[in-house]
C-alpha cells in the first residue's frame, strides 16, 4: 500500500513508514513531495495544526491521486505563551540548529521549572474520493539548558523527557513509542486501515 506524505521531509517520512506499518500490520510505503516534482506544496494558511495537516492532506491527494497524510506537528512552549507553536518550522531563518538555538536564547532567564513544553502533532489522512480522516497526538517535556543527543530532527536535542533524555537521545523506536507523530499515526491507523482495506 502506497501512501503520498504532503512533506519533501524523508526523515519524517522513514519514522512514519515504520509507525504505520506495525499499526497497521502490513507494509505501508510512505513517499514524499520529492517523489512528485510536479507537486506544488500549498501555502499553510491555517491558524490550527489541524487545519494546516487537512490543507496539505487536500492538495496532496488531488495532485498525486493517492491517499495522502498532511501532518503538521510542532513545539509549544509555555513560558512563550505556545511559541513558536504553528510556525515552529519558520522560527528563525536556517536549519534546525538555527531554530534551537534562538529558542535557547530566548529561555536563558527562565528557570527549569518553568520551561515545559510540549510536542503537538496533527494528522489528516485524505483519500482522492474525499474521505478523510484526523488525529492528534502530544507529548510533554520541557527544554533543556542545552542541547544533547544526535538523533532525530528539528528540536529533538533540546526537547527533555521525564526521563532526564532528551528526545535526540532516544533510538528510533523509543522515539516512535513515545512521540506526537507516533501517537497520531497510531490513532489514524485504524482509520486508514478501514478506508484502504489494508
Known sequence: MQVLLA???RKKAAEMAAILTAAAGAPIEVSTLADFPALVSPEE???TFLENARIKAVAGA??????????DS??????LGGAPGIYSA????GDDRARWEKLLRELAAVPADLRTAR???A?????????EASAEGTCEGAIAAAERGSGGFGYDPVFLLADGRTMAELTREEKAAISHRGKALRLIAPDMIRLLAV
Open 90 to 93: 519558520r522560527y528563525a531563518a
Open 45 to 47: 494558511t491555517g491558524t
Open 123 to 131: 494528522a489528516v489522512l485524505a483519500l482522492p474520493d474525499g474521505r
Open 74 to 79: 510542532g513545539l509549544a512552549v509555555d513560558a
Open 119 to 121: 510536542y503537538v502533532c
Open 7 to 9: 512533506s519533501g521531509n
Open 62 to 71: 488531488a495532485g498525486s491521486g493517492l491517499p495522502t497524510i498532511g501532518e
